[in-house]
């Protein structure tokens, strides 16, 4: 027994360890002097000093974005945990850094990444939902109705701190666009309560343990209305910008139908009299007829004003068209302008998604790696290769695996039969001699 052996007891919590596994343990003591200044510049620390204008803490935002970008689709992502060496490199290094912002977490393992991501929130010196708020917190999931319970949820939100409500809203954000791809990854909104209720909702002091799983329970309800909340909102934004999308379309079919009504009115010309056949003409008549009848001149004169009046119309006819398809352009320009804008604030917290196979079937502690899902995606691509060849194999079967009785049967020979025999189980015995001589018999007659 190991309790024999030397343990290590912490004065504040009482909590005992082997002396072995006190290195392993990720418990922070909710009794420590918090006055006492940490090694850590991330971890432990409290979330005001990590905030920069009130804004989301640079390092765990860019953790955020590498699960969004790289592991939305992963199965059982935040449900598995990382391998413990690569964490305790990766966290060791970001400790240790001046400038952690600039590690790249291209080549780190997902399940790492999302490992650090609640460390960080379990390991907080103050949860993320201050404890005065504990009470009122949990309080709020005994309301059966669920759209009072998400109005007196965000009521709660307003009375946090400006930057613990930034990070919580983020987190949330984050944990809907997760539990969106629920169909691929696995984890509802449920499972993601589960979660992260006990990292972002603890209490100040200790209680009963009996009181204490209630409480989880409680805080998982609570959590999950917040998810299921930013999911709704995530998914009526995602149908805004499709909505959008759609009028961008219309919208430049119609800037293109101007542009080519214009190039139409471009290429016909009015057809107007040039001065040369004018004085051809007059020439003619004169040749013809020396004297013009006063009657004439009157008629041609009426002639040529009708001609310019219509000349006239026709090009203020075309001018006011030219000023209708400008003006028309000029909003389309300023629709389609207005369209962009509002679909790049509805986008902009929506970076692009690339699928990551699932890895299921493989353990945190044997997968944990980069080359995991390549070598996991590789795996299937042979197995498809090989279910191929098995099933043209099948198709000719007959012919491949006839029988021919002609040839004689190979036998295996084994030089120590006896040697060769697996040893005894217990509870079984050789067969007697008796039932040797019985099973023969029976073989010799069938045969």
């Known amino acids: 027994m190991w309790h024999a052996e030397r343990i290590f007891v912490c004065f504040a919590c009482r909590l005992s360890c082997h002396k072995k596994c006190h290195s392993r343990v990720n418990y922070v003591c909710p009794k420590a002097n918090n006055d006492q200044p940490t090694c850590s510049k991330f971890f432990g620390t409290d979330l005001a000093n990590l905030l920069a204008d009130d804004e989301v803490p640079a390092l765990l935002n860019k953790l955020l974005n590498c699960v969004e970008v790289k592991a939305l689709f992963v199965e059982g992502i935040y449900r598995k945990s990382g391998q413990m060496a690569v964490f305790k490199g990766i966290r060791k290094k970001i400790e240790t850094i001046k400038e952690p912002e600039a590690i790249n977490f291209d080549d780190i393992p997902i399940h790492v990444l999302t490992s650090l991501i609640k460390a960080f929130f379990r390991e907080l010196s103050e949860p993320l939902i201050i404890p005065d708020l504990y009470e009122n917190f949990v309080n709020i999931s005994e309301i059966k109705e669920?759209?009072?319970?998400?109005?007196?949820?965000?009521?709660?939100?307003d009375m946090l701190p400006k930057g613990n409500k930034c990070v919580l809203d983020r987190l949330m954000y984050h944990l809907a666009r997760v539990a969106h791809q629920e169909s691929v990854n696995k984890m509802s909104a449920s499972n993601l309560a589960v979660i992260f209720a006990p990292c972002i909702v603890r209490r100040n002091t200790t209680v009963h343990a009996q009181e204490q799983l209630m409480d989880v329970q409680k805080q998982a309800i609570c959590v999950q209305t917040l998810i299921e909340d930013k999911l709704h909102h995530l998914q009526e934004t995602l149908s805004q910008i499709v909505e959008l999308e759609g009028a961008t379309e219309k919208v430049t079919e119609n800037l293109r139908r101007i542009e080519e009504h214009r190039r139409a009115s471009t290429g016909t010309m009015i057809p107007t009299l040039s001065s040369t056949d004018s004085t051809t003409n007059e020439n003619k008549d004169n040749l013809i007829t020396p004297k013009i009848s006063t009657t004439t001149k009157i008629i041609s004169t009426n002639l040529n004003n009708n001609e310019e009046e219509e000349k006239n119309n026709l090009t203020k006819i075309a001018q006011e068209k030219e000023k209708n398809i400008e003006t028309a352009k000029?909003?389309?320009?300023?629709?389609?302008?207005?369209?962009?804008?509002?679909?790049?604030?509805?986008?902009?917290?929506?970076?692009?998604?690339?699928?990551?196979a699932s890895s299921e079937d493989l353990s945190s502690d044997d997968v944990d790696n980069s080359g995991g899902v390549k070598n996991e995606a590789k795996n299937t691509k042979e197995l498809?290769?090989?279910?191929?060849?098995?099933?043209?194999?099948?198709?000719?079967?007959?012919?491949?695996?006839?029988?021919?009785?002609?040839?004689?049967?190979?036998?295996?020979?084994l030089h120590h039969a006896c040697k060769s025999r697996p040893s005894k189980g217990k509870g079984m015995r050789r067969p007697s001699i008796n039932f040797l001589r019985k099973w023969r018999s029976e073989v010799e007659n069938n045969a």
């Not at 804008?341 to 970076?351: D, N, S």
């Not at 491949?400 to 036998?411: G, I, K, M, R, T």
């Open 146 to 157: 669920t759209n009072e319970r998400v109005r007196c949820l965000r009521a709660m939100m």
């Open 330 to 356: 000029q909003l389309f320009e300023e629709q389609l302008d207005f369209l962009d804008k509002e679909k790049a604030k509805l986008i902009q917290e929506l970076p692009p998604l690339a699928p990551v």
């Open 384 to 413: 498809q290769k090989q279910n191929k060849q098995e099933s043209l194999r099948s198709q000719n079967s007959i012919e491949e695996y006839a029988l021919d009785l002609s040839v004689p049967p190979v036998v295996a020979l």
